[in-house]
């Protein structure tokens, strides 16, 4: 299920590290905003001239808007979208379109499942929450300079190995779609609750 409801998300879904971050800093942007803003009023309204000791102050709304927005558009870049064409995986400054022949399999499974190991040292604070969430696990065929060119576009968080790990709100809608566009159905995982039934 969806955090809509019954109603399954379709297309584009956001990827849950940029709204995880958003969620534990935007207070400090918003603190940053606020402060900086009665600072400066404070400045202005006693007439103080503007010295070393207090010319910090006028900086922290414009430093607070900035990071509010960095977070932003941290958010808006960050995704999962299966279209025509292939599956795009965006993040803050790059994306990649995976082929749908390129795909060998999609899995939904709990997000620790991409974390065990050595690569347990890779998780984060922000993430945590995360781990025991159903998260999209996608299996990519390639060589190893292909697999090596889109673990450098995505980084190691997202691709490790020859599987793409995404925590998204709705992994089970994303892994249906992207099976029905597959050129060949075999072998998906497509989620707990809604596994085709068997043709007699």
């Known amino acids: 299920m969806s955090s809509d409801g ?24 918003g603190l940053l905003i606020v402060v900086g803003m009665i600072a400066a009023g404070v400045v202005v309204y006693s007439r ?7 010319i910090i102050w006028l900086f922290y709304a414009p430093v607070g808007l900035l ?25 803050l400054f790059s994306n990649v379109l995976i082929d749908y022949d390129d795909i060998r399999m999609v899995k939904v499974q709990p997000l620790k499942v991409a974390f065990q190991d050595a690569r347990r040292n890779r998780v984060a604070r922000i993430m945590k929450p995360l781990l025991e969430k159903p998260a999209l696990f ?20 997202l691709f490790y190995e020859d599987t793409i790990a995404i925590p998204i709100p709705d992994a089970d809608a994303a892994s249906w779609e992207i099976a029905a566009k597959l050129p060949y159905r075999i072998g998906q995982n497509l989620g707990g609750g809604r596994r085709r039934k068997r043709r007699r």
């Open 48 to 54: 103080q001239p503007i010295s070393s000791g207090n």
């Open 67 to 91: 990071l509010g927005g960095a977070f932003m558009v941290y958010r808006w870049r960050s995704y999962v979208e299966p279209q025509e064409n292939g599956l795009r995986v965006s993040t």
């Open 6 to 29: 019954d109603r399954p998300i379709r297309g584009r879904q956001r990827i849950l590290y940029a709204e995880e971050l958003w969620r534990w800093q935007r207070f400090y942007a």
């Open 138 to 157: 996608v299996r990519v065929r390639g060589d190893e300079a292909q697999l090596a060119l889109i673990k450098k576009r995505l980084g190691s968080r």
